[in-house]
């Protein structure tokens, strides 16, 4: 076997890293956002070059072992997808169940379109990707996807391809359970189709709570009353604590008891009469209008809609009311 002496190796990667940079530039099916997220993921980790293993060392000790989902149940797969097979990136020629078990052992990201083989985990033979292994005839999976280069064995989640979004979701197919929005560039529950609020390119943003880039997230995403989108699980733990959105702070139910409530209890418990005149220039978060509310400690109704999810503005003491308009 010819040996690659350490400067050697370094020159290689190198310019393996500089390719892959360019691959990634060049690569129309990604957003903006994917491809700056990919670079950065490259570049940042370029100086553990050192500690990479041997580039001969294509296929690691586990690589031929048996991954499952579901050991007693004897599913094959990993903790993210069920399938017959394991894929070989081709950024590093190592075999991985899927490409989230890649990255979470990787200093780089894979490209998944980029992924020419798969090992069957039935006979261990590493062939080119594709449904059906050709040694043994066994299924990869019930739905693959030569695009995307995407297994799923899994006979409780439907798959499709989305030709509008460049990859695979989840859900039956398009004008069955899902429709693409071309303003917002996502795919939404045909209930939401007439109702949503667009907002363009909606999803390629990272979720507001947990930071994770939405588009390419594997985690269920919903777009809220107000039109943004946030992973289902951070929006369920998020109401616990709040009714507003976390990024236009609009109110995400119907608040109108709550409110009424607010205003009972100012009512049973007037401001003391040094603050009676106060006056505060308020900004409706639900209607976008500004009006002039009686100051209050806590809460200041809009004008407008009734509404108490507001932002004060400003305040102005007796001398200087003259400023606001009267209420």
Excluded at 21 to 36: A, R, V
Excluded at 41 to 55: A, G, K, R, Y
Excluded at 202 to 223: H, K, R
């Amino acid at each position: 076997m010819t040996t690659v002496n350490h400067h050697t190796f370094n020159m290689l990667h190198q310019k393996k890293l500089r390719e892959q940079i360019l691959e990634i530039h060049q690569n129309k099916s990604l957003c903006l956002k994917e491809k700056s997220i990919r670079m950065q993921s490259l570049m940042t980790h370029q100086h553990t070059i050192q500690s990479l293993p041997n580039p001969h060392h294509t296929l690691t000790a586990l690589s031929n072992e048996k991954s499952y989902q579901d050991e007693e149940k004897n599913i094959l797969g990993c903790p993210h997808y069920q399938r017959n097979v394991k894929i070989q990136a081709d950024c590093c020629q190592k075999i991985f169940p899927c490409r989230h078990c890649h990255d979470e052992n990787s200093d780089h990201a894979m490209v998944r379109s980029e992924i020419k083989n798969m090992l069957c985990m039935v006979c261990d033979t590493l062939q080119p990707a594709g449904q059906y292994c050709k040694t043994c005839n066994t299924r990869a999976s019930r739905y693959y996807c030569h695009q995307c280069k995407f297994w799923n064995d899994s006979p409780d989640h439907p798959t499709y391809h989305c030709d509008a979004c460049g990859i695979c979701r989840q859900g039956k197919g398009i004008g069955i359970d899902f429709h693409h929005c071309e303003k917002c560039n996502v795919c939404l529950t045909m209930s939401a189709k007439d109702s949503h609020k667009c907002i363009e390119r909606n999803l390629e943003s990272d979720c507001p709570i947990c930071g994770e880039y939405m588009f390419t997230s594997t985690t269920a995403v919903i777009v809220m009353v107000c039109g943004h989108g946030i992973h289902k699980t951070c929006y369920q733990q998020h109401i616990q604590n709040s009714y507003q959105c976390p990024i236009c702070l609009k109110s995400l139910r119907d608040m109108t008891f709550y409110f009424r409530q607010l205003q009972n209890e100012m009512e049973r418990q007037p401001m003391p009469l040094a603050y009676q005149n106060y006056r505060s220039l308020v900004f409706c978060n639900d209607c976008e209008q500004k009006s002039v509310a009686p100051y209050h400690f806590f809460h200041h109704r809009c004008q407008s809609c009734s509404s108490f999810n507001t932002t004060v503005l400003k305040t102005e003491i007796p001398d200087t009311a003259h400023y606001l308009p009267p209420l």
